[in-house]
């Protein structure tokens, strides 16, 4: 194996062993960031003196040319190495000579790979905040298209009262964008330079921190060497986010899933989105959010396992800490896809407008607004709530809707209360008017909708 130490062994290392500690498998993806990193710490080696500045540049043009070589595939990210660190080094070795040992002068893997990740990262958040306003859009442009598409809305999924479509689909709108500002706090700690921490002691070299965390665009430099090799928190927290992202996408899934069944009927995802079956013929499954759904639990595993991964470790850096990375990696993969494939997919739905009104006019969605009709009337709301919830008795036995109980019956059934029932009423139990009334700020009403979509508007048009 191509190691980096071996000087006080004086046995190879176990065929097995070597297997089973080498983490190139898939820290290989990091080696740009490996590079660049690398190349900042050389060109600082250089400023404050340590390495001269004819040696800075061979190790640089080598340090770029692999980069390159390994973009093309002349270096593949395989064979009996560590890491991708040992990896790159001895490239770099072989290429430039005795010289290129002289990079990691003033270095550790443990700041290193600190490093790597912490670059990496930052990247994968910036494409994922990419994702997620295209995904936010897709929300705000539905919410505008389907804000007069009447529909149940339900708590214990029960028929309760009358929102939109429109209405429903932005509430995930604004859970993702909690999500969105999320990330933005993320970074404050995970854009923070690590390298220079060394091993867990910092360094007897004269190097200058600031300059590097210019050079690669970090905001701040960790504080203490043993915390800076030791952090993995900023790691926990991103994956706490997908977790967050993932909940929002998996109850949405659970939705979606819902309503295109023939049960519900309120949507038909598109032929391109689905599956069928392979023996029954009449099936449309909804595989993507099914899927989804499905992907939530390992990505809230990923996070359980860092978190596992971490309890128990003394500081600083322990080799347990390898770990980190399939999970923190598979997070990524199966989110950035996720996003991806989302709004593409409810794009493509169609909305069942007549079966969701007829679904808004039954189950008693508009009991509410008689209780109100009542309570403006004078009836304290608590007495209205009874009146109400008799009124609904009796439709059950008559087999009938409240806006279908003619004012004769009202009054038969409320004769106490004057001509307290009058014409007004059939106006208020029609769920469009339900919908319309329901103007409160952050409530359904259409014209209310529009107003909080133009502000979001505003916002999202700030990133193009
Ligand atoms: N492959 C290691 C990791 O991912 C790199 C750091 C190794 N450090 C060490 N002292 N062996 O954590």
Redesign the pocket.
């Known amino acids: 194996m191509m190691k980096l130490w071996g000087g006080r062994f004086s046995k190879q290392t176990h065929k097995l062993m070597e297997e089973f500690n080498s983490?190139l498998s898939f820290?290989k993806r990091l080696y740009s960031y490996d590079i660049k990193g690398s190349i900042a710490h050389v060109k600082m080696l250089s400023r404050t003196g340590v390495l001269s500045k004819s040696e800075a540049e061979t190790i640089i043009k080598g340090l770029q040319e692999i980069k390159e070589e390994i973009d093309e595939g002349i270096i593949s990210l395989e064979g009996r190495y560590?890491?991708i660190?040992s990896l790159v080094e001895k490239n770099l070795i072989d290429k430039v000579g005795a010289v290129g040992g002289k990079l990691h002068t003033a270095r550790?893997?443990?700041d290193?790979?600190a490093l790597d990740t912490r670059l990496y990262l930052r990247d994968e958040i910036f494409n994922i905040q990419e994702l997620l306003i295209i995904f936010l859009k897709t929300l705000l442009e539905l919410g505008e298209k389907y804000k007069k598409v009447v529909m149940p809305g339900y708590t214990h999924l029960q028929r309760a009262q009358p929102v939109s479509m429109g209405h429903h689909l932005l509430a995930y709108y604004f859970k993702l964008k909690r999500d969105y500002d999320r990330l933005n706090d993320n970074m404050k700690r995970v854009n923070v330079l690590p390298l220079g921490c060394g091993?867990l002691a910092g360094t007897t070299f004269p190097i200058d921190r600031e300059w590097v965390a210019r050079e690669l665009g970090f905001e701040k430099i960790a504080l203490n060497s043993i915390d800076g090799v030791s952090d993995r928190d900023y790691i926990i927290e991103f994956m706490g986010i997908a977790a967050s992202i993932m909940v929002h996408l998996s109850r949405f899934s659970a939705e979606l899933i819902l309503w295109s069944s023939s049960e519900f009927s309120f949507i038909e995802l598109d032929d391109s989105f689905t599956t069928g079956s392979s023996i029954m013929p009449q099936k449309k499954n909804p595989d993507v959010a099914e899927l989804v759904r499905g992907k939530s639990g390992r990505i809230f595993g990923n996070l359980v396992q860092l978190l596992s991964l971490l309890k128990g470790l003394p500081l600083a850096?322990n080799?347990d800490?390898?770990e980190d990375?399939e999970a923190l990696f598979d997070t990524i993969d199966n989110l950035k896809i996720i996003l991806e494939i989302f709004p593409p997919m409810l794009k493509t739905m169609k909305v069942n407008k007549d079966r969701l009104y007829r679904a808004a006019n039954r189950g008693f969605v508009n009991a509410t607004d008689l209780a109100d009709y009542l309570a403006r009337k004078g009836v304290p709301f608590r007495e209205a709530h009874g009146m109400v919830g008799k009124a609904v008795l009796y439709a059950l036995e008559k087999d009938k809707e409240l806006n279908q109980i003619t004012i004769e019956e009202w009054n038969q059934l409320f004769p106490d209360y004057g001509d307290i029932f009058d014409k007004g009423l059939s106006e208020i139990l029609d769920v469009n008017t339900s919908l319309n009334n329901r103007k409160s700020s952050g409530g359904p009403a259409p014209e209310e909708v529009e107003r909080v979509i133009s502000i979001e508007r505003e916002w999202i048009e700030s990133f193009t």
Do not use: F, I, L, T
Request: neutral net charge; without cysteine; charged residues 40%.
């Open positions: 983490s820290d560590e890491d660190h550790s893997r443990n290193q790979v091993a850096y080799k800490m390898q990375k």
